[in-house]
């Protein structure tokens, strides 16, 4: 599906498969957390069932208004706990299938907000 062409200088999702997300200069075959302005192409979960709270310190470096993590092919909420990190900073949380999460965040960042997105990959269920 492709999504968005004009990248306005920032780091956009031009498409996803079930097992890739492709910005203009590269596919990520791996999880990885994205904003606006900066890549992390290695994210160390690999699945949802990975997922500690501690994973989210690279995200709430950047300073994000709103976080949208895409869960793989489904919509799955991880433990209130491994959220809590983002929560107690009173950073808005979203989380969402991974195909509506490079959606969203195409719509957020394009809307000049600071959302940092952190996804897996939709062939990886949870």
Not at 40 to 65: C, K, M, N, R, Y
Not at 95 to 104: E, G, I, K, L
Request: proline share 8%.
């Amino acid at each position: 599906m492709k999504l968005q062409l004009d990248t306005g200088g920032s780091h956009a999702i031009l498409s996803y498969t079930a097992t890739a997300i492709r910005l203009p200069t590269l596919s990520l075959e791996r999880s990885f957390i994205l904003c606006p302005d900066r890549l992390i192409a290695d994210w160390a979960p690999q699945t949802l069932a990975e997922l500690s709270p501690g994973h989210f310190d690279p995200v709430i470096a950047l300073d994000p208004e709103i976080v949208l993590l895409g869960t793989g092919a489904r919509l799955c909420f991880p433990a209130a706990s491994i959220l809590a990190p983002l929560r107690i900073r009173q950073i808005g949380v979203e989380v969402m299938d991974t195909p509506a999460a490079c959606r969203s965040y195409n719509v957020l960042s394009g809307e000049g907000r600071r959302v940092v997105a952190a996804f897996f990959m939709i062939h990886l269920n949870p």
